[in-house]
């Protein structure tokens, strides 16, 4: 997109879709870490984190979806992928003294940006740690992919690819 478009249509473009990103984690009580070029950071706590982060990922896909409804030209047509994942991190302000930002760090951030850059257009990738805590409440249904190899893993990570039930 940014190659065939002006700078300032690229903006509003990424704009428009981390906005509509940045709903849904707030609805499903997430909490935005941050932006990066054109992806969401996103952390979410306490109970049922695991199920509400997956459930705001496939929302996600939804809401970019629904946003080419916007769009003229199918060669402008928007797709994310998600990568979700489970577990500790640090939180706290890193960076410089001139320039620190709060952020969470670790493993399993790691993994969960592996996940996001590993999924395709429109799909949404989480670990074994996330499917365990799905169930027929949530609404989502997972698929087991090939374990993939993951930069900064000794072993393969067990992947799932999950949707909504009955998509």
């Known amino acids: ?6 700078p300032e ?11 509509a990103q940045a709903e849904v984690v707030v609805r ?12 969401v950071m996103a952390r979410f706590t306490g109970p049922e984190m695991a199920r509400r982060a997956a459930r705001a990922a496939v929302d996600i896909v939804a809401a970019v979806e629904a946003l080419n409804g ?8 928007l797709a994310v992928g998600v990568g ?10 890193m960076g410089a003294e001139e320039r620190m930002d709060f952020t969470a760090i670790g493993d399993t951030v790691n993994t969960a940006s ?7 257009r429109g799909e ?7 499917r365990q805590e799905l169930d027929e409440a949530t609404g ?9 190899r993951i930069k900064g893993k000794a072993e393969p990570v067990p992947v799932y690819r999950v949707t909504s039930r009955g998509r």
């Open 28 to 39: 499903h009580g997430g909490d935005i870490d941050k932006f990066v070029g054109d992806a």
């Open 84 to 93: 979700v994942n489970v577990g500790y991190a640090v939180l706290g302000a």
């Open 140 to 148: 989502l249904a997972s698929q087991a992919l090939e374990p993939l």
């Open 124 to 130: 949404v990738l989480v670990t074994e740690a996330v």
């Open 114 to 120: 592996r996940l996001c850059a590993a999924a395709g």
């Open 1 to 6: 997109f940014a190659e065939t478009h002006e």
């Open 9 to 19: 249509a690229v903006v509003a473009m990424l704009n428009r879709c981390l906005h």
């Open 70 to 77: 916007e769009r003229a030209e199918a060669a402008d047509r």
